[in-house]
C-alpha cells in the first residue's frame, strides 16, 4: 500500500495486539448461568469496567430453571442460554433466547424451543449453518438448532445421539458434555463424559444435518470422562479435559477426513495435590499462543504455552482461581481481564491478563454471583436503526452521479467527502447501502469512520487504539469490505491483524492475527461466503480467515507464478461474483493474476501495453476491473476475457486531486476513492483533498 513510508514499515516491529472486541461507552455487560433450579434460577448480569476490570452487578436478568450455560452472539445483542432440565431422562432440556438492552442490560425473551435431549449443559455456535449445537448431557444427544433473524430460535432440525459406557459410576450412559466446530462448519467434535469417546460428526450446513463421520469417534482411557474440547486456532489440534482423572490430552486434528490421533497427555493437577480433585474449563487465548484450564477441587487454573509446531502444552503458571470450584472461565472483550466463575464459593473473580507472556495476576476485583456455572460477554453500544437507503441513478445518469460526489474540488471531477478529526492518511473504504455511507480507516491511527455518502457530518465509530494497539507502527489499518451481515472485515497492514467490526455498535467481533508478524504486511482483504481472503505484501503467503477468527495459510505464494521481490508486493484484492476466483495485483511488478479457489491454480493475467506498477486497489464489476494506480495517481478501467486470462484498458483518468489514491468502493453511479497521501505521512502535511474523493463513472467512461 506504500512507497514512501516503506523505510518505517522494514524498521518497526508490530506490538502485540490486544485480541478482543472494541468497547462501547460504559463498559461491557456480562451475564453468569447459575446451577440454581426453578424457582430460584437465574441468569445474572453484571458490567465490568474494561480499565479497571472491576464488575457491578445488574442483578437476575431472567428466571431460568437451572441455567447452566450462557453463550453470546458474536454479532448482535443477543444471549442464549440453556435449561438443563431432563437429566432424569423422563423430559427434554430447553435452549432459550433473549435480546438484552445495552443500556439496563435488561433481557427480553426471544424464544424457547427443546434442546433435544435431556439435560441440556453446553451450548456452541456454528455461523455457517448459522445454527446453534445443544450438547444433552443426561441422556447423550446432541441437537442443531437454527437461528432465524434477529435471534430467535427454531426446533431441532437434526439430532444425533451418542452411545456407550464406562467403568465409573457416572458412566452408565452416554453423557454429551462439550461441543466444537471444527474449522470449515463440516465437522462436529463431541466430548462424551459417560462413554470416554470424543464423537465426530459431519455436519451439511446446506441440508441441516448432523451425522457419524467416517471414523465415529476416538476412545479415550477408560473411566477418564472427557469434559470438554477446544481446538487450537488453526485448527490442527484439539485439547481435551477429562473430568473424572484430571487429565488433559491432545489430539491432532485432520479436518480433511475427520480424524483424531491422541499425542499426549498430562495431569492438570499439582503432584502433591491429593485430594478430589474434577477438570472444569478449556480456554485458548485469541492468538492461540496460550491455554488455560481450570481445576475443580485443587481450585487452580493452569496456564499452558501452545508450541505452535507441535500444539504441546507446556505448563508456565498455576495460580488459584480466588474462590471453590472454578467452573467457568472467560476473556472480557479486550483480553485484558480473564473471569472465573468459582460454583462453589458463588463468586467470580477478576483476573488480570497479561498477552504477551500469557500470566494472570490477581486484582481483587470479585462479585458475588450464586452457584455461577458459566459466563457470556456480549458486544456493546446501542444499536440505532439503520437510515433507508435512498434510490441510486443508472450508472449513466450524470445528474445523479454528480450529486452524489460531495463538496465539488476546483479543476477536479472529485468531489470531497471530509473525514471527521483523527482518521488522517486514509486507505481502506467500504460502502454501505443500508446506510448510504462509505467506512473509511486510518492508516495512522486505527481510527474507523463512518461517512455519510450524500452528505452530513462524518463521525468516528471506533477510536483509535482498539482496532489498531496504540502506538502501532505505520501502516497500522488498510483494506476493508463489508460483508452480506453488514460486518466489516478490516486488514491491519503491520499489526498483523485481520478484525471483524459491527459498524452499527462501533464493536469489533474478534481479532486474528497472523504468526508472521512482524514480517507481515496486511494489505487488502476480500470476504467470500464465510471466509477473508487476504493479502500480505511481505510475507508470500495467501491467508484465510473464517468468521470466528479462525486463521490459516491457505495458499503459499512461493510454488506459484507469484514471485516476490523487493519492495511492497501483493496488494489489492478482487472476487468474481460467483465465488469462485480472486484477481490480485503485485504492486511492485504491475503484475495482475487469477486464483481459482477450488484449485488454488494461480494463473496471470495479461494486459498488453498496461502500465500497472504502483497499482494498489481493485474492483471488479463483472468483467471490468477497475485499477487504482497509487504512485502515478491514475485510475484504470480494464475489460477482461471471460476467461480472466487477458485484459485490456479501455478508460483511465488522472485527476489533479489525486495524492496517492489507495482503494476504491462503488455507490451506484459513482466510484469513492481513499486519498491515501501516504507520500506525505513523513512530513505529517496533507492537502486540502484529505479524504475521500467522489468520482461519477461517467467521467471515467469520458475518459476512454
Known sequence: ?????????????????????????????VYFGERLNAPDGAIFGARLDPATGALSPLGPQAKVDRPTWVLPSPHRAVLYAVSETGNDGTSQGGVLSFSADPASGALTPLSKVPSGGGGATFLALDPQSHAIL??????????????????RLDPPASVVQDSGSGPHRRQK????HGIAVAPGGKFVLVSDLGADKIFVYRLDAKAMTLAPAPTPFVQAKAGSGPRHVVLSR?????????????????????????????????????????GENGAGELLVSRDGRYLYASN??????????????????????????????????????TE?????????SGLVTVFAHDGQSGRLTPTGNTLAVPHASAIAVLPQGPAPAPAPAPALAAADADADADAASGGPISGSAAGLLPLPPGVGFPEGTAYDATRDAVYAGSAETGALARIPAGGGAAEVIVPAGQIAPPASPFPAMLGMKLDTQRHLWIAGGTTGLVTQVDPDRGTVLWQAKVPTTPRSLL??????????????????????????????????????PIRFADGPNLNGIARTADGRSLIVVQMNKGLLFRIDIATRKVTPIRVPGAELAGSDGLLLDGRTLTVVRQWDGEVLRIALD??????????????????YPATVTQRGASLIFANSQFNRHDSGSQTDAQGLLSIPLARIRGAE
Do not use: C
Open 1 to 29: 500500500m506504500i512507497k514512501a513510508a516503506l523505510r518505517t514499515v522494514f524498521l518497526a516491529t508490530a506490538l502485540a495486539a490486544p485480541a478482543g472486541l472494541a468497547l462501547a461507552q460504559g463498559g461491557q455487560l
Open 134 to 151: 445443544a450438547a444433552n448431557y443426561g441422556t447423550g444427544h446432541v441437537a442443531l438448532i437454527p437461528i432465524e433473524r434477529g435471534g
Open 173 to 176: 450412559s452416554a453423557h454429551a
Open 234 to 274: 488453526d485448527g490442527r489440534f484439539a485439547y481435551v479435559n477429562s473430568e473424572l482423572t484430571s487429565e488433559l490430552t491432545v489430539y491432532a486434528w485432520d479436518g480433511q477426513h475427520g480424524a483424531l490421533t491422541p499425542l499426549q497427555t498430562m495431569s492438570t493437577r499439582r503432584p502433591d495435590y491429593t
Open 296 to 333: 475443580r477441587g485443587e481450585d487452580t487454573m493452569v496456564v499452558y504455552a501452545l508450541d505452535q509446531a507441535s500444539g504441546l502444552p507446556r505448563e508456565i503458571q498455576r495460580i488459584a482461581s480466588g474462590g471453590l470450584t472454578p467452573w467457568a472461565l472467560s476473556f472480557d472483550l
Open 336 to 344: 485484558r481481564w480473564l473471569l472465573v466463575a468459582n460454583e462453589g
Open 523 to 560: 494489505n487488502d482483504l476480500v470476504v467470500i461466503g464465510h471466509h477473508a481472503y487476504v493479502t500480505d505484501t511481505f510475507t508470500p503467503v495467501l491467508w484465510r480467515v473464517d468468521d470466528r477468527g479462525h486463521i490459516e495459510r491457505w495458499l503459499d505464494l512461493d510454488k506459484t
Open 642 to 659: 471471460p476467461a480472466l486470462r487477458t485484459g485490456k484498458v479501455v478508460a483511465r483518468l488522472r485527476d489533479p486531486a489525486f495524492v
